[in-house]
């Protein structure tokens, strides 16, 4: 339940109606995944933001930054970037009518959010997912490539821009202590970038010093392990936008408490129950949070307390992976159909 109007939090002059539009995102107990807890869990409702996903906080936020630097000049220059998809959908509803916008993206990633982007006018280039991280065939090298080779380009860089970590700074963490009154045990989400985690972070570390920041990661990602001060070799996994075979810059390891790791059928499986059970149409990297959520709840000891989880983008960006039942047969995870049936006879 948000406790707020738009106006209170956001600039009612300046700036597209999607830029005011964006943020002050609900935020919502999972009353039936919760109801074995002692503890409350409180969602983040990130799929609620204009275009959809929590990168759009991130897309209008360094688009004006950049635009106040004098980085961007409107109808000439061009936006560079490497996503997972969402930026780039965050990026071009902050670009539209002004600027051209050019992403890169992994093979890995499902067709949805290139369709997105491609419906916002903006041009995707894939690249295979299989390769290193300083290969310069990875998605990542090849922006940075494509920057440098276009004329008044501005290469996003979201994996090392501070403006990323500080658009969560300035806007999700406040919002968070704003519509739980401070009374946050937990703030338990994923990292790609590690803005979301960075940003939110930091703001959670000045307003809620005590805390605690879990860094929910897949199985295959390095992050979790890092942050333990392991050395985990990287591995292929399933669920997209989050985890990595790299620190980024932006992710201030530093800040992690406790770092999970959940396996790809894990994160499926609670997609689909939050799907059931809540109502809410969330993808992988939701999934992967709040499962990672519940697993830190049953080690909180101390009295009932709230345990903040984000979700960072809509289950329509994921129709032909985790929604699509082949999809799941193909992966071998076919326990929640089988659970689905089951429920469904009773
Ligand atoms: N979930 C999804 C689906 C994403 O696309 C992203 C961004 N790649 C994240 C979570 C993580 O956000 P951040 O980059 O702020 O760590």
């Known amino acids: 339940m948000t406790d707020m109007t738009a106006a209170e939090t956001l600039p009612t002059t300046g700036g597209s109606a999607a830029h005011r539009a964006t943020g002050t995102t609900p935020i919502v107990e999972l009353a039936s995944i919760g109801a074995g807890l002692r503890h ?16 759009d906080r991130i897309g209008h936020h360094i688009v004006r930054r950049a635009e106040e630097a004098g980085l961007l000049v409107p109808g000439r220059s061009t936006l560079v970037e490497a996503t997972a998809g969402n930026t780039g959908v965050g990026l071009a509803a902050a670009a539209a009518g002004r600027y051209r916008l050019v992403t890169t993206m992994s093979s890995k990633m499902g067709p949805e959010k290139e369709a997105m982007m491609r419906a916002w006018g903006a041009e995707v280039i894939r690249c295979p997912y299989d390769v290193p991280p300083d290969s310069p065939r990875s998605f990542i090298n090849t922006a940075r490539r ?25 806007t999700t963490g406040p919002e968070l202590v704003r519509q739980t009154g401070g009374a946050i045990a937990a703030f338990v989400s994923g990292a790609g ?60 390891l530093s800040l992690v408490d406790h770092a999970i790791n959940v396996e790809d059928r894990d994160s499926v499986r609670m997609c689909l129950r939050l799907q059931r059970e809540e109502g ?14 519940v697993r830190y709840a049953g080690t909180l000891t101390g ?21 699509d039942p082949l999809w799941r047969a193909e992966h071998g995870i076919t326990e929640v159909d089988a659970e689905a049936d089951a429920q469904a006879a009773v």
């Open 303 to 323: 009295p009932p307390a709230t345990i903040v989880v984000m979700l960072p983008d809509g289950g329509s960006r994921y129709t032909s992976t985790i929604y």
């Open 280 to 293: 809410l149409w969330v993808g992988g990297s939701s999934g992967c949070a709040v499962a990672a959520a």
């Open 193 to 252: 970038t590690g803005g979301t985690f960075t940003g939110v972070g930091r703001a959670l570390r000045a307003a809620v010093p005590g805390a605690q920041l879990v860094l929910a990661d897949p199985v295959g990602s390095i992050l979790a392990s890092r942050a333990r001060g392991g050395h985990a070799r990287p591995g292929p996994y399933l669920v997209e936008g989050i985890g990595g075979d790299f620190v980024p810059g932006l992710l201030d």
């Open 40 to 55: 409350r869990l409180l969602a983040k409702c990130e799929f609620m933001n204009p275009a959809g996903s929590v990168k």
């Open 146 to 170: 494509l920057a440098e080779g276009t004329p008044d380009s501005y290469y996003v860089d979201q994996f090392n821009n501070p403006w990323n970590a500080e658009a969560h700074e300035l």
